[in-house]
Nanobody
Framework: QVQLVESGGGLVQAGGSLRLSCAASGRTFSTQAMGWFRQAPGKEREFVAAINWSDNTYYADSVKGRFTISRDNAKNTVYLQMNSLKPEDTAVYYC?????????????????WGQGTQVTVSS
């Protein structure tokens, strides 16, 4: 079993930055692919970014060049650095982990989820 706890959300003005953290506990962290997803009010959950144990990364087109996903296996933590934030980035951001090294953009491929952290970007 894996427990995931996100932190770092908040209110920021457009153009600003935030760094989200996701602390994992439980089974071996370094062998899992990790992902960030988000869900805005009235919208479906969408993929944001993913990383595998080899530090290969993949991003949604909407965040490419602005967001950076990274991981620190020694701390069992994955990060999402968000720069040049836009009002349309406003959402609850969720961390997810899966019992395998390959990452996917489909949420149902992930086995464990955090509780989410709110990110609000004002215009």
């Amino acid at each position: 079993q894996v427990q995931l706890v996100e932190s770092g959300g908040g209110l920021v003005q457009a153009g600003g930055s935030l760094r989200l953290s996701c602390a994992a506990s439980g089974r071996t962290f370094s062998t899992q692919a990790m992902g960030w997803f988000r869900q805005a009010p009235g919208k479906e959950r969408e993929f944001v970014a993913a990383i595998n144990w080899s530090d290969n990364t993949y991003y949604a087109d909407s965040v490419k060049g602005r967001f950076t996903i990274s991981r620190d296996n020694a701390k069992n933590t994955v990060y999402l650095q968000m720069n040049s934030l836009k009002p349309e980035d406003t959402a609850v951001y969720y961390c997810a982990a899966r019992r395998g090294d390959a990452y996917y953009i489909q949420g149902d491929r992930y086995d464990y989820w955090g509780q989410g952290t709110q990110v609000t970007v004002s215009s």
